[in-house]
């Protein structure tokens, strides 16, 4: 009878005593018990592990041997690779910062032409409502030099669609309305700073008055009455300045600098 090397459990089970007593326990095994002996298993493991990687090499050397190129020629050509790679980075970077720099003018372009367009508005503004305050100032009897700086900040202009009106509002820059629900208009609002106890001195009094109906004085009679435009003088007086504006308009001008180069 030949002995095995190596029994499995249920052999060493079925054998004789005498037999048993010839292997050991070994990881789940019974090996013979023979002085000397070493255990290949570990030894197979790495060569069958080796067998493998031969095969696998085997494989990728067939593959490359497809390409009809040498080994060295094969390295030329990925470090070829590596390189265009990097020089893709490189040309990726200087774009995102010529990117940067186009999106930075546009910023500038936008933020001109919005300083332009802010410009254009404040022109436009002004001249609807200069022009309309004018007019009805003028209508009115009033002195344009003393209500318009307070018409311009009761009024602003509105875009309805391209439609530019304006219209009449409050201290909070809320529009006025009329009981009809309709806005103020300026000549409303002119109308009534004519009312005004204040604003009512800067228009044409009704009736005569002591320095005479219609007349507009002349240069002597004002040095010895005393200047209209000069402050903090008795003779200071905004209805005797819409007078005169009114009847002498180069009077009015001749006072109101003696009035600045006096102060």
């Known amino acids: ?7 499995t459990k249920a052999e060493w089970d079925g054998a004789e005593v005498g037999i048993q007593r010839l292997y050991i326990e070994k990881d789940g095994e019974y090996v013979m018990d023979i002085d000397g002996l070493e255990d290949t298993t570990g030894l197979k493991n790495a060569l069958n592990a080796e067998r493998k990687n031969r095969e696998d090499l085997a494989k990728q050397l067939k593959a490359w041997d497809k390409t009809g190129k040498k080994p060295e020629e094969i390295s030329e050509l990925i470090a070829k690779l590596e390189e265009d790679e990097a020089k893709r980075a490189e040309k990726a970077g ?50 344009p030099q003393l209500l318009l700086p307070h018409i311009k900040i009761a009024a602003r202009v509105k875009d309805t669609n391209g439609a530019y009106s304006v219209e009449i509002i409050d201290s909070n820059g809320t529009p006025r309305l009329k ?25 044409e009094a009704t009736g005569t008055t002591g320095s005479g109906a219609g007349g507009g004085g002349n240069s002597s009679t004002m040095r010895a009455t005393g200047n209209p435009w000069k402050k903090g003088t008795a003779a200071y007086n905004l209805t005797e300045q819409g007078r005169i504006y009114r009847d002498n308009p180069a009077l009015a001008k001749q006072l109101m600098e003696e009035a600045k180069n006096a102060s």
């Open 179 to 203: 009981s009809t629900g309709e806005g103020m208009t300026i000549k409303e609002l002119v109308e009534e700073m004519k009312q005004s106890e204040i604003f009512g001195r800067a228009f």
């Open 94 to 143: 200087e774009w995102d910062k010529l990117k940067a720099q186009l999106v930075e003018s546009h910023k500038k372009e936008l933020g001109k032409k919005d300083e332009e367009l802010r410009k254009m508005r404040t022109s436009l503004e002004g001249y609807l409502i200069d022009s309309a305050a004018t007019a009805v100032i003028a209508e009115l009897k009033g002195v």
């Open 1 to 7: 009878m030949k002995l095995k090397l190596k029994l």
